[in-house]
């Protein structure tokens, strides 16, 4: 279990600080180094990476410490239930669900439980706003929190 914690903390707090066309190499050497594949690290005595990222990268899983369990990410939504669009959504408020949503949504919520302080950075218009806000509106009980917006543009 504290195996698991590791690699999805390192996963979300270093790997993911490359840019998008970076992730495929991050992974490759992630992967490399937690086995102890790389010259100078010692290799691990237990294997810790889950059989799942044989399947994928480590930016596909979300680990889940209730259950010790590996999950992708777009199996925490009810595939059911998502993207059914009221009649007249205007285009431009609608948030498509896709493994991004479901990743910064869960990352962010993650961190407003916990006091974590977070920044998303990005390029204009890659739906950094609407990740926040999706979660503020969405997710959290309104009788608990006060969401102030303050907006920044550039």
């Given at each position: 279990?504290?195996e698991?914690?590791?690699?999805?903390?390192?996963?979300?707090?270093?790997?993911?600080?490359?840019?998008?066309?970076?992730?495929?190499?991050?992974?490759l050497?992630?992967?490399?180094?937690?086995?102890?594949e790389?010259?100078?690290?010692?290799?691990?005595?237990?294997?810790i990476?889950?059989?799942?990222?044989?399947?994928?990268?480590?930016?596909?899983?979300?680990?889940?410490p209730?259950?010790?369990e590996?999950?992708n990410?777009?199996?925490?939504?009810?595939?059911?239930?998502?993207?059914?669009?009221?009649?007249?959504?205007?285009?431009?408020?609608?948030?498509?669900?896709?493994?991004?949503?479901?990743?910064?949504?869960y990352?962010?919520?993650?961190?407003?439980?916990?006091?974590?302080?977070?920044?998303f950075?990005?390029?204009?218009g890659?739906?950094?706003?609407a990740?926040i806000?999706?979660?503020?509106?969405?997710?959290?009980?309104?009788a608990?929190?006060?969401?102030?917006?303050?907006?920044?543009?550039?």
């Amino acid at each position: 279990m504290i195996e698991s914690s590791f690699v999805f903390a390192s996963c979300w707090s270093l790997c993911c600080s490359v840019k998008t066309e970076s992730r495929k190499t991050m992974n490759l050497q992630y992967k490399k180094i937690i086995n102890g594949e790389v010259d100078n690290i010692p290799k691990l005595k237990n294997k810790i990476l889950p059989g799942c990222f044989d399947r994928g990268t480590i930016y596909d899983y979300c680990y889940l410490p209730e259950t010790n369990e590996w999950q992708n990410w777009m199996d925490q939504t009810n595939k059911d239930e998502i993207d059914n669009f009221p009649k007249g959504s205007v285009a431009n408020e609608l948030i498509v669900t896709t493994a991004d949503t479901i990743r910064y949504g869960y990352m962010q919520e993650m961190f407003i439980m916990n006091d974590i302080p977070s920044l998303f950075v990005g390029p204009t218009g890659t739906g950094k706003t609407a990740y926040i806000q999706n979660v503020l509106f969405q997710k959290l009980d309104p009788a608990k929190w006060l969401i102030i917006e303050v907006g920044f543009s550039a």
